[in-house]
């Protein structure tokens, strides 16, 4: 809702991408994410436990597509991966594939932010900003296409505001979904600037 320059806004009134993702897929029937631990999609996870969506942190991003799939397959509700971009969303990808051909429920999250930020914020502050982005990039991936290639549903998101539509969009699909959720490159998580590695 528009404000003009004079009103002021709470923290508690402020909501995050990430609990915005949480409370979408809250929203979809998700009880239950599988993931592997990613900076850029660590406010995923602290949306979920706050939304009451447990968290099951796996050791590989292909493993997480193919937790999903099993979740879905036993319980008939939507499984769900959250992955981060580059290589988190490529080993997914399998899983994914799985999910489509078995038409099974299954909405997948890519926390894409075309970088990789934590090793970015330590480089930055140990070597200063000509070197911050040396070996760290990942591109502009539109990893949402990877799900339409192979028959499902993809959607791309790049304003908080897209983020539940979104969602809405890819269960009424009716297919096995990826949700490509941008995120702001030079924004970086608490965790990541706490970090004492770097100072």
């Given at each position: 809702?528009?404000?003009?320059?004079?009103?002021?806004?709470?923290?508690?009134?402020?909501?995050?991408?990430?609990?915005?993702?949480?409370?979408?897929?809250?929203?979809?029937g998700?009880?239950?994410?599988?993931?592997?631990?990613?900076?850029?999609?660590?406010?995923?996870?602290?949306?979920?436990?706050?939304e009451?969506?447990?968290?099951?942190?796996?050791?590989?991003?292909?493993?997480?597509?193919?937790?999903?799939?099993?979740?879905?397959?036993?319980?008939?509700?939507?499984?769900?991966?959250?992955?981060?971009?580059?290589?988190?969303?490529?080993?997914?990808?399998?899983?994914?594939?799985?999910?489509?051909?078995?038409?099974?429920?299954?909405?997948?999250?890519?926390?894409?932010?075309?970088?990789?930020n934590?090793?970015?914020?330590?480089?930055?502050?140990?070597?200063?900003?000509?070197?911050?982005?040396?070996?760290n990039?990942?591109?502009?991936?539109?990893?949402?296409?990877?799900?339409?290639?192979?028959?499902?549903?993809?959607?791309?998101?790049?304003?908080?505001s897209?983020?539940?539509?979104a969602?809405?969009?890819?269960?009424?699909?009716?297919?096995?979904?990826?949700?490509?959720?941008?995120?702001?490159?030079?924004?970086?998580?608490?965790?990541?600037?706490?970090?004492?590695?770097?100072?």
């Amino acid at each position: 809702m528009p404000h003009d320059s004079q009103d002021s806004l709470d923290d508690q009134d402020l909501i995050s991408g990430g609990h915005l993702v949480a409370k979408a897929l809250k929203a979809e029937g998700v009880e239950v994410i599988y993931t592997l631990c990613g900076g850029h999609i660590i406010d995923i996870y602290d949306g979920c436990v706050d939304e009451g969506i447990d968290v099951a942190d796996v050791r590989h991003e292909q493993v997480a597509a193919h937790a999903a799939d099993g979740y879905a397959r036993l319980t008939g509700k939507p499984g769900c991966a959250v992955v981060t971009a580059g290589p988190g969303t490529t080993d997914a990808v399998t899983g994914v594939e799985t999910l489509v051909r078995y038409d099974l429920p299954f909405v997948g999250i890519v926390g894409n932010n075309s970088s990789m930020n934590q090793i970015r914020y330590g480089q930055k502050a140990k070597y200063g900003e000509a070197r911050e982005r040396s070996g760290n990039t990942l591109g502009d991936v539109p990893y949402d296409q990877f799900a339409r290639m192979l028959g499902g549903h993809g959607e791309e998101v790049r304003e908080p505001s897209e983020i539940r539509p979104a969602l809405e969009r890819a269960r009424a699909s009716g297919k096995p979904s990826l949700v490509n959720v941008w995120i702001d490159p030079d924004a970086y998580a608490p965790g990541t600037m706490n970090q004492t590695m770097y100072k």
